[in-house]
Every structure is written in C-alpha cells, then in structure tokens.
Nanobody, 125 residues
Framework: QVQLQESGGGSVQAGGSLRLSCLTSGYTYRSYSLGWFRQAPGKEREGVAAIDEDDITEYADSVKGRFTISQDKAKNTLYLQMNDLKPEDTGMYYC???????????????????WGQGTQVTVSS
C-alpha cells in the first residue's frame, strides 16, 4: 500500500534552516503530485508546496522565495528545503501524494488521499 514517512523536523531559531524529507513507497504512478502541508494548533491544514511528475512546482505565497520543494525519483524521496524560517512557520508538516493531480491544484489538502504521519517544526523568535 502507499506509504509516506516524513523526517527532518526540529526546533530552530528564526532565520534558521531545515530540510524535511519524505520517503515514499507502494505506488507506481506515472502522473502525480507530491505536496507538503502544515498545520498549526487550532488552525486548518494548509498547502505549502507541491511538485508533479514533470517537476513543475507550486508554492504558497507565504513561503515563496524561502522554501524549495524537490524530489529524487531514484530514491523515492520528496524534500522541502526551508530557509529564513519564521515563527509563523511553526507547525506539524505532512507530505502527501495523489495520482492524476497537477501541481497547480496541489496545494489543496482535500485533493489528496495518502498522507504521512507528520514531523514537527518549531521556530522560536
């Protein structure tokens, strides 16, 4: 079955960097999107970045210029490089995958059926 496992979260000070990884398995989609999402306590889950099988990317306005999504298909791994982190970036970060989904629609949580368990990111001021 489809499985996703995030890693790389932690606690950093504002202005710091983290790289999240998401190891994926159990699917052989030719057309797909992989997305990163985050959820802060008391808030709805929101899309952060998405990438499709052609490496087309989409970013939330709040992270443009600071975060970079990428994938290593040989390693079945999705990445999120996060630079210049801000306290408002704090939250649980999840990766997700869905077949036949374009990156331009990839920031919508309700478009995804398969999710990882999440990794916590805490940014202090």
């Amino acid at each position: 079955q489809v499985q996703l496992q995030e890693s790389g979260g932690g606690s950093v000070q504002a202005g710091g960097s983290l790289r999240l990884s998401c190891l994926t398995s159990g699917y052989t989609y030719r057309s797909y999107s992989l997305g990163w999402f985050r959820q802060a306590p008391g808030k709805e889950r929101e899309g952060v970045a998405a990438i499709d099988e052609d490496d087309i990317t989409e970013y939330a306005d709040s992270v443009k210029g600071r975060f970079t999504i990428s994938q290593d298909k040989a390693k079945n791994t999705l990445y999120l490089q996060m630079n210049d982190l801000k306290p408002e970036d704090t939250g649980m970060y999840y990766c997700a995958v869905e077949e036949w989904l374009a990156a331009r629609h990839g920031l919508l949580p309700n478009q995804y059926n398969y999710w990882g368990q999440g990794t916590q990111v805490t940014v202090s001021s």
